[in-house]
């Protein structure tokens, strides 16, 4: 099989395309799935650069999400057809990462796909979905509470705002940093009010007017470094501050303390670090629910292309400039 194989710690310039065997289906439990379409998330650059996610890589071939089509299976499989179209966010549970033609994965740990969507769609979901999920399980917020939710038109951000939406949380302010995440998260069901760029000179005081001046139950985090400071200033007394990025400075830990606020860590590989297969399959199957049922929307993706370096290049720089603009990137495999 063709993939893209990482040559040591460091830039762009470390990738290359390779001819390696296709994995194969010599266990119990488990599936060959020819990859159709994979995503790119932030940890596929820090594990690149040898940043402490590193030592989440089982394989020099980076990658974590991907939608795909069942090619093998052993024969104790019963749940998944040959043929039939799944998702998965693997993880370190595949044979390999998805910037590959081929992966194979434990019957338990994929998913079959929405039938309303394409294969790109349903690659940029499962990370982002799996994350989102786990903030509104544990989070459990009252529908008259109030939320900040920082970073909202990126890929776990516009997915939490409409399962947060869909939850009947209306009490709810996103921050976003350009026109086209405005237009995003508009998209996603926010009106103008609810809103406010970050780059406001004043964004607490945004951020609050936007609450109708009152501070915030909760504040789920997704960027870190200063919007966790921002967080801090606008939480209520025994707030709910939820951490997906582990990026809060020393100022805005110093002022959660002093407000006796609720830290709660969100780590979308916490089960798989307990061998535990089923937990994002399982989140994945509620996703496809709500998809099919149009409760939720896919999130937006922008594509670099098919399997090359040039494209995973691309997607690594786009995400290390942070030029999404409220799109997922992902790459097709043909």
Not at 97 to 114: D, F, K, S
Not at 146 to 174: C, E, M
Not at 317 to 333: D, S
């Amino acid at each position: 099989m063709k993939a893209i194989v990482l040559k040591g710690f460091g830039g762009t310039d470390k990738f290359w395309l390779e001819e390696l065997p296709t994995p194969a289906v010599d266990n119990t439990g488990m599936v060959l799935v020819k990859i159709r379409a994979t995503a790119f998330n932030p940890i596929d650059f820090q594990m690149r650069r040898g940043d402490a996610e590193s030592k989440r890589m089982k394989s020099p071939i980076l990658g974590r999400e991907f939608s795909g089509v069942v090619v093998k299976k052993s024969d104790d499989v019963t749940g998944f057809e040959i043929g039939e179209a799944v998702y998965a966010a693997s993880g370190s549970m595949g044979s390999n990462g998805t910037y590959a033609e081929y992966i194979t994965l434990p019957q338990e740990a994929i998913a079959r796909m929405p039938r309303n969507i394409s294969f790109p769609q349903a690659a940029a979901l499962p990370v982002a979905s799996v994350t989102a999920l786990q903030i509104i399980h544990r989070l459990n917020i009252p529908p008259a509470d109030s939320v900040l939710v920082t970073g909202g038109a990126g890929g776990v951000g516009l997915l939490l705002v409409k399962l947060l939406l869909a939850k009947g949380i209306h009490r709810l302010v996103v921050t976003a940093g350009s026109e086209e995440s405005i237009r995003q998260l508009v998209a996603a069901g926010c009106n103008s009010k609810q809103i406010v760029s970050y780059r406001s000179k004043e964004p607490a005081a945004a951020v609050l007017a936007a609450n109708d001046q009152q501070s915030f139950d909760y504040c789920i985090d997704l960027v870190g470094g200063t919007m966790s400071e921002l967080c801090s200033e606008v939480i209520s007394i025994h707030g709910i501050y939820a951490d997906v990025t582990t990026y809060t400075t020393a100022t805005a830990r110093e002022r959660l303390f002093n407000k006796g606020c609720t830290q709660v860590n969100i780590s979308n590989y916490a089960y798989q670090l307990k061998n535990d297969r089923q937990y994002n399959a399982a989140r994945l199957n509620e996703i496809t629910a709500l998809i099919e049922a149009g409760t939720i929307t896919p999130t937006p993706v922008f594509n670099v292309g098919t399997l090359s370096v040039e494209a995973v290049q691309q997607a690594h720089q786009i995400l290390e400039t942070n030029q999404t603009k409220g799109r997922k990137v992902i790459m097709e495999v043909e």
